[in-house]
T-cell receptor
Framework: AQSVTQPDIHITVSEGASLELRCNYS??????LFWYVQSPGQGLQLLLK??????LVQGIKGFEAEFKRSQSSFNLRKPSVHWSDAAEYFC????????????FGSGTRLSIRP | DAGVIQSPRHEVTEMGQEVTLRCKPI?????LFWYRQTMMRGLELLIY????????DSGMPEDRFSAKMPNASFSTLKIQPSEPRDSAVYFC???????????FGSGTRLTVV
């Protein structure tokens, strides 16, 4: 069965510092991978997605993620965070063979230190 | 496009009452999903539809929960009777295909007292 793990529940970084949020997945087939962001009181917004091609994916708001098949990882990165990046971040995995069902990780809450 | 529209944004109801949550997906999206989000359990997929047909309802917690999609532009999630443990944020999302990712609504915060 497919699963996705976000090992960090809460991360705090200083404004202007770099960020990396970890995501590991488990799936036997070729995965689709996603990162979503949720601001307080809001729904989830798609940041970026990967399903084939270049393993380094660019997203909105200056985020990028790299797919590493050998490590079953899809970590999210940003070179310099802004206070507005404080939110909850969810990694998600789907599969080409499944009937369009995406499984979400438990989320990582990002706080920004002024 | 107005995005996925959910109503109401907040619902407070007494235990035992019927609750109906509503969702209007993005026009042209063939898939519709209902999720529940709680602190303890995170995001749980309750049910999803493809072309108005329920495909997987294995996440529906009990018979008290039911969902319908009478047409391509409207879906409901009903809880009858409601219980305090149903308190959560319920999200509707829609998608045009498997790979595009989902567009989420702003959610309905349900409180059952």
């Amino acid at each position: 069965a497919q699963s996705v793990t976000q090992p960090d529940i809460h991360i705090t970084v200083s404004e202007g510092a770099s960020l990396e949020l970890r995501c590991n997945y488990s799936y036997g087939a070729t995965p689709y991978l996603f990162w979503y962001v949720q601001s307080p009181g809001q729904g989830l917004q798609l940041l970026l997605k990967y399903f084939s091609g270049d393993t380094l994916v660019q997203g909105i708001k200056g985020f990028e993620a790299e797919f590493k098949r050998s490590q079953s990882s899809f970590n999210l990165r940003k070179p310099s965070v802004h206070w507005s990046d404080a939110a909850e971040y969810f990694c998600a995995v789907g599969a080409i063979s499944s009937a369009s069902k995406i499984i979400f990780g438990s989320g990582t809450r990002l706080s920004i230190r002024p | 496009d107005a995005g996925v529209i959910q109503s109401p944004r907040h619902e407070v109801t007494e235990m035992g009452q019927e609750v109906t949550l509503r969702c209007k997906p993005i026009s042209g999206h063939d898939y519709l999903f209902w999720y529940r989000q709680t602190m303890m359990r995170g995001l749980e997929l309750l049910i999803y539809f493809n072309n108005n047909v329920p495909i997987d309802d294995s996440g529906m917690p009990e018979d008290r929960f039911s969902a319908k999609m009478p047409n391509a532009s409207f879906s409901t999630l009903k809880i009858q009777p409601s219980e305090p443990r149903d308190s959560a944020v319920y999200f509707c999302a829609s998608s045009s295909d498997r790979v595009s990712g989902y567009t989420f609504g702003s959610g309905t915060r349900l409180t059952v007292v």
